[in-house]
C-alpha cells in the first residue's frame, strides 16, 4: 500500500514536470545530486533563479506543493524504500548512502513520511 501511494505521488510529480520545463530541470538536478549535501544555493545557480524567486516556485500549489527539503526528503525516502527492498545493507548504512546526515534522521524522517520504520517497511516488504 505505501509503495502505490509513493506511485501515485511520482505520477502526480511527472505530470506535473511534464507541464512545466523549469520543474522537470529541478527534478532532475535533485535526482541526480539527491545523495549529496544539496543546499539551496547550488540548486538556485543550476536554476538561474534567486532564492526568493525559487522559494515563490515551489510553494505554488501548482507547482510541487512541497517544500525544498520535503522534495528532497521525498527523492532520499523513494530511494531508501529501494534499497530496502532490494539489499541486505544495514539501514544506518542506506540513510547514508541517500544522503541522510545520520542514521537517527533517516530513521526519523522515515518514519514522519511513511508511518513505519525504515526496518519495519523492510519486513513488510520481504
Same mark, same amino acid.
Given at each position: 500500500?505505501? @509503495?502505490? !501511494?509513493?506511485? *501515485?505521488?511520482?505520477? $502526480? &510529480?511527472?505530470?506535473?514536470?511534464? =507541464?512545466?520545463?523549469? %520543474? ?39 507547482? @510541487?506543493? !512541497?517544500?525544498? *527539503?520535503?522534495?528532497? $526528503? &521525498?527523492?532520499?525516502?523513494?530511494? =531508501?524504500?529501494?534499497? %530496502? ?42
Amino acid at each position: 500500500m505505501l @509503495t502505490s !501511494l509513493c506511485g *501515485i505521488l511520482e505520477k $502526480h &510529480h511527472q505530470k506535473l514536470a511534464d =507541464a512545466n520545463p523549469r %520543474l522537470t530541470r529541478l527534478q532532475q538536478y535533485m535526482e541526480q545530486h539527491y545523495a549529496e549535501k544539496v543546499n539551496v544555493t547550488d540548486v538556485c545557480n543550476h536554476m538561474g533563479m534567486s532564492k526568493s524567486a525559487f522559494h515563490r516556485f515551489l510553494k505554488k500549489k501548482t507547482e @510541487t506543493g !512541497l517544500s525544498f *527539503i520535503a522534495q528532497i $526528503h &521525498h527523492i532520499r525516502i523513494k530511494h =531508501a524504500m529501494h534499497l %530496502l527492498r532490494t539489499t541486505t545493507d544495514k539501514v544506518g548504512s542506506i540513510g547514508y548512502s541517500v544522503g541522510f546526515e545520520s542514521p537517527s534522521d533517516f530513521c526519523e524522517i522515515f518514519k514522519r513520511k511513511m508511518g513505519m520504520t525504515p526496518l519495519e517497511y523492510r519486513q513488510s516488504v520481504m
